[in-house]
């Protein structure tokens, strides 16, 4: 449904995107993850018909960017990471200019606006001033007034950026929903966990590159398999720490108090004579085991920042050898 | 024929605002009492000289059409400057473009927008500039150039005014640039006219030269205002 292909982008001397590659399956809801900066926002510009790529392809429903961006902007319903509003607006004439910006008919736009008032639980709300909504309301809005036009490719900018627990829970109700009508959504994040639960697929964006895109049920269990040990231990951590540096497969160590999380590649067999060496050093070992599926480890892995922790780790550990 | 939604809502909350009922108020109160005195001042001659002086009439007239004028030529950036800049301020701009209205639609919207409400204006003063028609020497021709030029230079400012405002971040540096070029405009324009005999060229002359250039320069500036718009 959307593709990307080979995608750079840059605004001045800064590059946005450095030869994305993404491909959003139809029907699906894709959580596009990455951190402040990693070229999320410039993808969704993009979708949007805000600007076009500097090199590469994009596709969007067999339309190509470019020759054919107004029919293009009718298959989309954008939704930036800001809501743009006309404060001495009311609610029900904001959704009216917009309806009329798709050149719907204003007897059909009327009957389309009490549906979507009903679906993101707005209605009773039509004469409200937009300067008296709240921040979940403007979101909400912001979702109708992007579907007033039913597009079949929803692009959300965060849509759950700033919203209380409550505010949240309601969203991803009307995304769910959304979703079993058959829209395909493509949503961005930098709340791994939040989007995680209606997702099914996931794509996570680093420096303008993906480093890591599939089926959220096949990147899970791919971690699975590399997911990190989790030991905890009573006493000094020092000597601990002795032991796991010398084993070739610990490739990387994160400490926290008496808990130590190490990334081991090894087989079952190597993990079970780690605990020997442990405790037959005289450490006392309260816990070992493997963690479930992480999507934050993943993401933290995949865009650097476990390796941040890592180099936090030595040096507690040179710290605990002082002391 | 289909409206522009861009227009019909600057319409709506233009309606919202007390700007213009005010700025039409404080206009029309100016003209008015400039009227008022100079109808007192040749009624208060005519007392006691038993003299009436026609051409005082004349000379309200060209008086209250430079008012006009120059009243336009503070309007039309001050309306049509913030046009673009204020939707990218508030936000809205990269909502509308992602919406299927084209940078054209935008423009065009914008400028109906600024036009109509200078209009209004105009429209409003209409009573009191026909008081100086009362006493006649004035004719309709004159009026009606008058008008046409008045229109060009409107539409002429507004051009600049949106061109400024889709190239510029912040409203306020696009009204000061806009001020500036339509200072350089204008002052360029009443500086040949004094050359007008080494040009060889009558005031009549000039004046439809005027009234050919104005609309072009305008399609240009209107014309780079929706390149600025359009996605790179």
Known sequence: MIELRAVRKSYGSAIALDGLSMHVPEKAVYGLVGPAGSGKSSVMELLAGLSGPDEGEILVDGLREGSERRRWKRRIGYMPDFSGLYPEMRLSEYLEFFSACYDIPRARARQRIGILLDQVGLRGKEFQRLDGLSRGMRQKLSLARALLHDPKILVLDEPLKDLDPGNRYELRQILSELSSEGKTILLSSEMLTSISEICTDIGIIERGRMALEGKLSEVLRKIDASNPILILVEGSITKTMQILKQDPNVKSIGIREQELMILYE????????????????????????????????????????LRERRITGHEAESDLSKG | MKRNPIYQKDELLSN????????????????????????????????????????????????LLLLLFLLILLLAPALSAPAISGERERKTLSLLLSTALRPVDIILGKLFSVLSSIFLLLLSTAPILACTLLYGGIRFPELFLFLLFSFLSALFSSSLGLFFSSAQRSSTGAIASTYIAEFLSFG??????????????????????????????????????CLRLSPP
């Open chain 1, 266 to 305: 090894g087989s079952e067999g190597e993990e079970a004579e780690l605990l020997r060496r442990l405790v037959s050093s005289g450490i006392m070992v309260r816990s070992f085991h493997r963690e479930r599926g992480n999507l934050e480890l993943l993401f933290l892995q995949l865009t650097g920042e």
């Open chain 2, 16 to 63: 919202r605002s007390p700007i213009l009922p005010v700025l039409m108020l404080s206009t029309n109160a100016v003209l008015a009492f400039l009227v008022l005195i100079n109808i007192y001042s040749v009624s208060g001659n005519a007392a006691q000289t038993g003299e009436i002086r026609y051409s005082a009439f004349l000379e309200l007239y060209y008086i």
């Open chain 2, 188 to 225: 360029l324009m009443l500086l040949l006219f004094f050359f007008l005999p080494e040009l060889s060229l009558t005031p009549l002359l000039y004046y439809i030269l005027l009234c050919l250039i104005l609309p072009l320069l305008s399609i240009l500036f209107l014309t780079l205002a």
